[in-house]
């Protein structure tokens, strides 16, 4: 039997009537001036610029977790000069935690390559972002005829999985992620979620008071799921950009105390044990050092805290092949930095090998000009911050690599 016409439009407002009311609330609530828009950049008045939106970054945190948090000013002219490349400068917390006034001042100042081009630097950090965000700033600014985008990113998935909002906060799913990425930007969301579900289950500030609680342990369960999604991403960047990716591999301190190790007994920190160790190195000759590694089992064997103080014995001892070994396995093994495992480099460099994508290795450079001596702290003020001196290097560094591949 045929259905009428009336009956058939009938049907079709019927299945189509939820979208139709989310529509409805979605116009209603921009209306009213119901939650924040999330757009990357704002036009200024007169059309003739954009500007960086101050909140876009709330789109990928829970805006009560990181309520005001103060980016440096980004302007650009809506019309590119013809004799200028735009380079978009994405990075996350990895940035911050080398340069921590990256929050406040440009990386990259604006300059001219040895071809005469002016590079247009506009940077686009995500505090304590993620890969899922930086995937998404890669989509979000194509509109914005970008020449290329340098990429910083640090694994950060591995230090909170990553900062979800209480909406999903059981979700630890690639695609429940990136849905709630997508959808932060409909008004109907932002308000289930800052009047419904923050209100009944306040967010959990950052930092957490237990770090241990959010690390993510290296090797487990978690771990390879987490390096599966951001592997993922990595991929997903690659092949979706319309133009060169250049990712940037973070730089490591390889002496950097280890923050904490596997220890079955959690009374001591492996910063105690390092210093011990330390104090040892320099005022005792090696049978006491072999009396108290032996007799004493001052650590355990396979431990970030054990390669740690095994290196700095090697390194008194003049053995720098073996000293620098033992310190690149500490900082792999180390449970906290593993959000930055040296080891990931090798996934990028593998992405890196494919067309349109490039990399510079900061991470190789720095470790080549630190290894003489083992004079690894040479370029950083503590464990990840750099020094003046390393910052400049940093810098020259994305300036010569940026242009380099960049030309034709």
Known sequence: MKLSFLRLIYNIFFRLSPLLILALIELSLRFLGAGDSYRLFQHTDDKSHYELNPLFYQRFISAEQFPDIRLPEQRFPAEKSPDSKRIFLLADQSLFALIPDALQKALLEDFYGSDSVRYEIIQVAVPHGNSFSVRHLIQEIRKYEPDAALLLTGNNEFYGIPRKSNWIKDADNYWGLRAYVAMKQFRFFQVLERFVYIKNDPAV????????????????????????????????????????VIFVSIPVNLKQVPYRSDFKDKELLDADFARECAILVNNADRFMLERWIQELQAWEPGTAIGYYCQAMILEREKDSDMALENYRKAAEMDLFRVRNAIAFNADIREIGSRENVFLIDTEKTFREYTEGGLHINRYFVNGITLNESGKLLF????????VSCLQP
């Not at 609680?213 to 771990?223: G, H, K």
């Not at 592997?231 to 979706?240: P, S, V």
């Open 205 to 244: 500030a950052f930092p957490p008071p237990d770090p241990d609680a959010w690390a993510v342990p290296r090797e487990s369960l978690s771990y390879r799921e987490v390096q599966s999604l951001f592997t993922r991403n990595l991929e997903n960047i690659a092949d979706k950009a319309k133009f060169p």
């Open 395 to 402: 810098r020259k560094l994305l300036r010569d690599g940026l």
